[in-house]
């Protein structure tokens, strides 16, 4: 364990270190007008007209250019001293030099073919680097992708991202949770702007953002646990939202859209900067549907969102950059049960509010050294619960193959029936198809009222330094404090205690070769009040053989990863409820995973092919397990178990550069899970038992068509059969064999969208959801949404 006085001693030096940086402060020049002129060229030595020549001091910048015809720049500065000077040009890498200028002075630029695409990514180290170095396997989605997708919500983005998989109750708005390469549904380190947002234990419900909020979203797969510690043990997914900047003019923008089912999303936001060093953003978003089930259900099925986000950022002098930002959220919404069994359920609810803010402190002393510090708040308020127990009813079904079998020859739904039905082929069963039997209900299918709650609180301080050294290696090292509570488990237990505090420490060391080949080195040590010290070392390497070039074959780059995850147990996992016994000596639960894979492009990238290959061992699992007495027995429900694996394999493929307008991207994901340990006498648990909800075959194909000022969009999203389980206490007729429904069938979904640009201000789309009108099951019991047509509209008022 982590003595309390090293703790003590670091937290007081990076204090120390920050109210020093507050009063750092550099010589003033003198006040003379400098002059940078030269040329920006390509490899070739071909002029680039119209690239951006930038200087900047610190974090500000201080002027600006733009090439001419005959690649020449001009750029006036009002003083000397040290500067950073940044070429750039759209499909180009970036050229930056720093100078130390005491008079006008000559500064050329080559820039050389920069990977299509290429962007900065920020989660794969917690630093700034290009998507072209970054060797983990991670997705970036801008706010153009995912208005091309239409997607409502950030569960239908990262479903775009291979090897991962939604499995959600349906509806909209219902709970939606993501299973990334295998892993289990809390396996996901889900930040917002910085800000973890995942409650107690690491459980999220993706539905709960809307897509109007999001500026870019990065998805990084793989244990990440050496840079974000419980939690990224199977991805880690950060969304940005909407951010102003301090060289734009003030502008209004948003969108409004309707359609079926009395759907209804719109969200408005002001943003823009002030005097090249004030950036500010505000805006609100909803969403809100009658529900496409509201006929079937007793209680309707209305589901209402909104949010309100806002940020603030601030440049002091050249070197300091200050960043306030938080939001709100809230939605309102039904818990119904199976409804494609029986009756949906009356008086349920399914409420939650959530609020989160950061404040960020960056100092860039130098050209070799920045530090920054921030503190985080993070808030989640839940209700669900069943106000009135519901009469018991009956299930009477056709089942086709095996009970107790592995998985795909486990039992499946052909059909459910009426009572005479059942009984005529009881009667008779000549008139059932080899291979199938009947199954019912022998006790029916009750309803039991509930209530759940929970006030879960996460307060955050953290402290990150980077050094870097012989021009390109980035040393980081930083110290993280979290505290976890929740206040109302502490009420309804009358005593305290049950909050979580973790200390973390972690250092990662990035080192780049020839700007060609590139290797990162990192861990976190994790000293935790309940689960004690945790270390999770990661190491992730990867290049290019085939630097980046304008040939047939334009790149062929090469990558792997092994890392170690970790994640707690929840608090209910730990401290129980009315229905079960927690356990308080578990321990957290392990992840190792490794990948490795390549990326080829051609045609002087015009084409696309990456593969992957990936393998993941979970260890010490929680499982749950039956007490006699359930509840209030004081024999513990849940225990940690051997665990599962999974491994498969990644392709994607696509048309990078559009050929005729059109540009395409494929994909496709094998991932094989098994259980490797169980407590359980449920079929759906033995050893051997694919993972429930994970799809062994699934893909998506995405076709953008462009002409003018017109597009149009189509997305298919395939899922193949997974097992499942439908949980009904099912017993086979003819002997009486308990027995479940464990096969979900896949299914496939086409979405279309066009849209066209009438002025500089303002676009139409018009958008079709599962435009074959497919009927499938998300998850067994419950029926995704039917056919839907939206029509609306993007506005852009300002500059």
């Not at 408005?268 to 090249?276: E, K, S, T």
């Not at 130098?366 to 985080?376: D, G, I, P, Q």
Request: charged fraction near 20%; aromatic fraction near 10%.
């Amino acid at each position: 364990m982590v003595t309390k006085r090293f703790k003590a001693s670091v937290v007081c030096g990076a204090v120390s270190l920050l109210a020093t940086s507050l009063v750092v402060t550099t010589p003033i020049a003198a006040r003379q007008a400098l002059m940078v002129t030269g040329t920006v060229t390509d490899s070739s030595g071909a002029a680039l007209p119209g690239a951006t020549v930038q200087a900047l001091r610190g974090n500000r910048v201080t002027g600006t250019t733009t090439t001419l015809p005959d690649g020449r720049y001009q750029l006036q500065l009002q003083a000397a001293g040290s500067y950073r000077l940044r070429a750039q040009l759209e499909g180009f890498a970036v050229g930056t030099v720093t100078l130390q200028l005491d008079a006008s002075e000559t500064q050329n630029f080559q820039l050389g073919l920069a990977p299509l695409n290429d962007t900065i990514v920020v989660t794969a180290s917690s630093t700034a680097e290009s998507r072209a170095s970054v060797t983990e396997s991670f997705s970036v989605f801008t706010a153009e992708d995912i208005q091309a997708l239409g997607s409502p919500s950030l569960a239908e983005v990262v479903q775009q991202v291979p090897g991962l998989n939604i499995a959600s109750t349906g509806r909209e708005g219902s709970m939606a949770s993501l299973f990334s390469r295998g892993g289990e549904s809390d396996y996901n380190h889900v930040l917002v702007d910085g800000v973890r947002v995942n409650v107690s234990g690491g459980q999220f419900d993706f539905s709960r953002i809307s897509a109007t909020e999001i500026d870019r979203v990065e998805v990084v797969r793989g244990a990440q646990s050496a840079l974000y510690g419980s939690g990224a043990i199977g991805s880690v997914v950060q969304i940005f939202t909407k951010r102003g900047s301090p060289t734009a003019a003030p502008r209004v923008y948003g969108s409004f859209e309707g359609g079926t089912f009395n759907t209804t999303r719109s969200d408005l936001r002001i943003l823009g900067g002030a005097q090249q060093r004030i950036d500010y953003q505000l805006g609100a978003a909803y969403r809100g549907s009658d529900g496409a089930f509201q006929e079937q259900l007793p209680d309707g099925d209305r589901f209402d969102q909104s949010s309100v986000d806002g940020s603030f950022g601030a440049i002091l002098g050249d070197q300091i950059r200050l960043r306030a930002a938080g939001r709100y959220g809230n939605a309102r919404g039904r818990a119904v049960g199976p409804m494609v069994y029986g009756p949906g359920d009356n008086g349920t609810l399914a409420d939650s509010e959530d609020y989160s803010g950061h404040l960020t402190f960056d100092h860039t002393v130098n050209t070799r050294f920045n530090h920054s510090a921030v503190v985080t708040y993070f808030r989640n308020d839940q209700v669900s619960n069943d106000e009135i127990s519901d009469p018991t009813y009956n299930v009477f079904a056709v089942l086709a193959g095996k009970p107790g079998a592995i998985f795909p020859n486990s039992p499946r739904l052909v059909r459910l029936v009426d009572q005479t039905t059942f009984s005529t082929l009881a009667a008779d069963p000549s008139e059932l198809d080899a291979g199938q039997f009947l199954a019912s209900t022998p006790y029916g299918v009750s309803d039991w009222p509930y209530t759940f709650a929970s006030e879960f609180r996460r307060n955050t301080v953290k402290y990150q330094a980077n050094v870097t050294w012989l021009s390109e290696q980035v040393l980081s090292a930083g110290y993280e404090y979290e505290h976890d509570k929740d206040p109302l488990l502490e009420r309804d237990r009358t005593a305290a205690g049950f909050g979580i505090a973790n200390h973390a420490y972690f250092v990662q060391q990035q080192f780049v070769l020839a700007d060609q080949w590139f290797a990162t080195a990192g861990i976190r040590v994790d000293d935790n009040s309940r689960f004690g010290t945790e270390a999770s070392p990661k190491i992730s390497v990867g290049g290019y053989p085939l630097a980046i070039t304008d040939g047939a074959v334009s790149s062929v780059k090469l990558f792997a990863n092994v890392g170690r995850g970790v994640k707690n147990p929840t608090f209910s996992e730990l401290f129980g409820s009315a229905w079960v016994d927690g356990n308080a000596a578990l321990t957290p639960e392990r992840a190792t995973t490794i990948d490795a894979g390549a990326e080829i492009t051609f045609d002087a990238q015009r084409w696309l092919g990456r593969a992957t290959w990936f393998d993941n061992d979970y260890r010490d699992q929680v499982a749950f397990q039956y007490s006699p007495g359930w509840g209030g027995d004081g024999i513990p429900d849940y225990l940690n178990i051997d665990g599962s694996q999974a491994r498969g394999i990644e392709l994607e493929g696509g048309l990078q550069r559009p050929i005729g307008g059109v540009t395409a991207m494929a994909s496709y994901a094998y991932v094989d899970t098994a259980v490797v340990a169980s407590v359980s006498t449920s079929e759906q648990f033995q050893p051997g038992q694919p993972l429930l909800r994970r799809p062994r075959h699934s893909g998506n194909l995405s076709v953008n068509y462009t002409q003018g000022a017109a597009s149009i969009h189509l997305n298919m999203r395939i899922t193949g059969d997974r097992h499942d389980a439908s949980r009904l206490g099912l017993s086979r007729l003819s002997d009486g064999l308990p027995v479940d429904i464990t096969l979900n069938p896949g299914y496939t979904l086409v979405s279309l969208s066009g849209q066209y640009r009438i002025s500089a201000g303002l676009t139409m789309f018009l958008r079709v959801d599962n435009l074959t009108d497919a009927q499938y099951e998300s998850a067994l019991g419950y029926p995704g949404l039917p056919r839907a047509f939206v029509i609306g509209g993007r506005f852009n008022l300002g500059k």
